[in-house]
């Protein structure tokens, strides 16, 4: 990837960062009042007062690990479920057991997401954990559609095919056949995960699901203050941008690195 191309990850690395380093830079509280409700920013307070008259620039910094790392782990543990189901129900010839587990698949994707996320993080509310396994859920069947419909594609190959016919274990036929030629589709559905993951446990923060207050985060900062906008949209407007960095410049990444792998991918052929 060229100097130019890494540009597209700037903001969204720096974003990152801020979230996942951000606790560690607060000073003070970001719990404690400061000063009055919407106060607009001054010297002592940069990003000024929210609903509750707390640092807003303290509240952003501690307000975005969570969620990030709620998104993450979503996101990892849909794809080792996607990967996992999607590529056995595209190599199967257990017709039968496929289907079944498909139409479970396609139960769960008729939920609306929403409401899944609400029925699962309700159950257990105040935990960050039941957030990021419920984010999950909602997108494995996605994933699991994605990557099968890959994997049948690859699998009718006609090296894939000599390679079953020549009586190969399973894991070498995954590993040489579909793995490679399943890379860069995997790479970008788990990073369009990873935004929408994001996007969720922002909803969720918004809904007030996961740790409840006074913990910040930046989807219940856009919530508890958009009665202010009007005396300080910050509170609002800054978790709101960043969320927004986050998500395009992380698919304009992901769009560059699997251009990149399919480059090295038509180089490289089946070892011998």
């Not at 010839?93 to 698949?105: N, T």
């Not at 996605?142 to 894991?171: H, K």
């Not at 856009?222 to 698919?251: H, I, K, Q, Y």
């Amino acid at each position: 990837m060229t100097a130019r191309r890494w540009v597209a990850a700037v903001p969204a690395a720096l974003v990152l960062l801020l979230a996942l380093a951000g606790p560690w830079l607060v000073v003070g509280s970001a719990s404690a009042p400061v000063g009055g409700p919407f106060q607009p920013p001054d010297a002592g307070v940069a990003l000024g007062t929210d609903v509750l008259g707390r640092d807003v620039l303290a509240r952003v910094l501690a307000g975005g690990r969570t969620l990030v790392l709620q998104a993450a782990a979503a996101t990892v543990l849909g794809s080792v479920i996607g990967l996992s189901v999607g590529i056995w129900t595209g190599m199967t010839h257990h017709a039968r057991s496929a289907r079944a587990v498909l139409r479970v698949v396609d139960g769960i994707a008729a939920v609306p997401a929403l409401f899944l996320l609400l029925l699962l993080a309700a159950g257990l509310p105040g935990d960050d954990l039941v957030v990021a396994v419920a984010i999950a859920a909602v997108s494995i069947p996605f994933s699991i559609r994605v990557i099968r419909e890959r994997t049948r594609t690859l699998a009718a190959t006609d090296y894939a095919r000599d390679a079953e016919a020549r009586g190969e274990p399973l894991t070498a036929r995954v590993r040489f056949d579909i793995l490679p030629g399943l890379a860069p589709v995997a790479l970008t559905e788990a990073g369009i995960r990873f935004v929408a993951a994001t996007q969720l446990a922002a909803t969720a923060g918004f809904l007030g699901l996961g740790a409840g207050a006074p913990a910040a985060n930046w989807g219940r900062m856009v919530r508890e203050n958009s009665t202010g906008l009007a005396t300080n949209p910050l509170p609002v407007l800054v978790p709101a941008v960043l969320l927004v960095v986050l998500a395009v410049g992380v698919t304009a990444l992901l769009d560059r690195a699997a251009e990149t792998r399919v480059g090295g991918l038509e180089r490289i052929g089946r070892p011998a």
